[in-house]
């Protein structure tokens, strides 16, 4: 949807933070990798024709001219019945065309007995066989895998260009919220929606902005939403403390578009999108296990898409259900397991506990006209 649009910005990323990034422009090499014809192992750089009737029983005689370490430039030409010693990655001498294998020799001060033949390009990696000169080594709109970090680093390449990631502003609404390490007292509840959501956008390509807790004001959120908007995504949790009304959505309505508010899935169901000045706003419970559920299920897709990064693979495993699972809801249900010797076991306690999260492998999907499922049953568990 035109909502969450894939990134258009640009910037220069340092290669050491490049893994990850998804690149926004071709790179071609200026230089050949390797840079010249090098040796594969350790051995003796040689003209290949020197060795054509080698053998064991009857050694070709070869002279040494020098010794090569991997860093060394070579200074002598390798000539009929000469060679030099190479060390692996050495430059290869300018003549030589072949490596014997240190194995398959032996040397006496600078007399070199070769005991088996070599063709020509055998133990040499050429000029170029890597990367050559002006080729691509990666594309525009690719992921920069470790892989393509290592090749845009073969090439001398000190940083990337890459799309630049979503920018998403983070807020919890509700008096009662403590940021983690302050002192705590009876009525209060530590701010968890704001850590596992910035979680969830770190690892689905998007950049958190936490701007800390609101009160329960109308007046508040709207002001909030002046400040989060800014970014490229603006993502509350809570809001619905003042009864049933959403004081999210009536600032949402205030100064935009609401898209939807109410999901029918559990846990989960008071979300909400907006769009204010043509950004997304998306408006989340407050029990922790239901926020966190969402992110999965609508945040983490929608930063990826506007991050350009590719959906999402899930895991899915097919195991025994361990002990039944009932139900009354009549909504679509995302009920999180543990695997426990090899069977799912409910893992679930309530929407405001962290922990029907946290101690959990994964998730089963219940459909809404679904009232139990049986010891036994094959459960498809989407793992975390």
Not at 153 to 173: D, F
Not at 184 to 211: E, F, K, M
Request: proline residues 5%.
């Amino acid at each position: 949807m035109d909502l969450v649009r894939p990134m258009e910005r640009k910037e220069t990323v340092a290669l050491i933070e490049a893994a990850g990034r998804v690149a926004a422009e071709d790179v071609r090499s200026r230089i050949d990798v390797p840079l010249a014809d090098r040796a594969a192992m350790d051995g003796y750089a040689v003209v290949a024709r020197d060795t054509a009737r080698a053998q064991m029983s009857r050694p070709t005689i070869l002279r040494q001219l020098e010794v090569l370490h991997a860093d060394t430039i070579p200074r002598k030409r390798v000539t009929t019945g000469t060679c030099t010693e190479v060390a692996t990655g050495s430059t290869l001498p300018a003549g030589a065309n072949a490596v014997v294998r240190v194995e398959d020799t032996e040397r006496d001060r600078k007399v070199v007995k070769i005991l088996a033949a070599v063709h020509a390009g055998q133990h040499v990696v050429a000029r170029g066989a890597d990367i050559r000169r002006g080729s691509i080594v990666v594309r525009a709109g690719e992921l920069l895998t470790p892989a393509k970090v290592g090749a845009l680093a073969a090439i001398g390449a000190a940083g990337a260009r890459a799309y630049s990631q979503p920018r998403v502003s983070i807020l919890t609404t509700g008096d009662e919220i403590v940021p983690p390490g302050k002192p705590i007292r009876a009525g209060q509840v530590y701010d968890i929606n704001s850590h596992t959501i910035a979680s969830v956008v770190r690892a689905h390509g998007g950049v958190p902005v936490l701007l800390g807790r609101l009160s329960d004001r109308l007046s508040a959120l709207r002001a909030a939403l002046h400040r989060g908007i800014v970014n490229d995504f603006v993502v509350f949790s809570g809001g619905s403390s003042v009864g049933e009304r959403d004081i999210v959505v009536d600032a949402v309505r205030s100064m935009g578009d609401l898209l939807f508010h109410g999901v029918a899935v559990k846990p989960g169901k008071p979300t909400s999108l907006g769009r204010v000045n043509g950004k997304p706003v998306l408006g989340m419970p407050g029990y922790p296990t239901s926020c966190l559920t969402n992110c999965y299920l609508l945040l983490a897709p929608m930063l990826r898409r506007m991050a350009r990064l590719p959906l999402a693979q899930a895991q899915i495993v097919e195991i025994p259900l361990g002990k039944r699972i009932e139900r009354a809801t009549r909504r679509l249900e995302f009920h999180t397991v543990r695997i426990v010797d090899g069977q799912a076991f409910s893992a679930f306690k309530e929407s405001s506990a962290i922990t029907s999260m946290a101690h959990a492998d994964g998730y089963i999907e219940i459909p809404a006209d679904v009232e139990r499922l049986e010891t036994g049953q094959t459960v498809r568990v989407t793992l975390f």
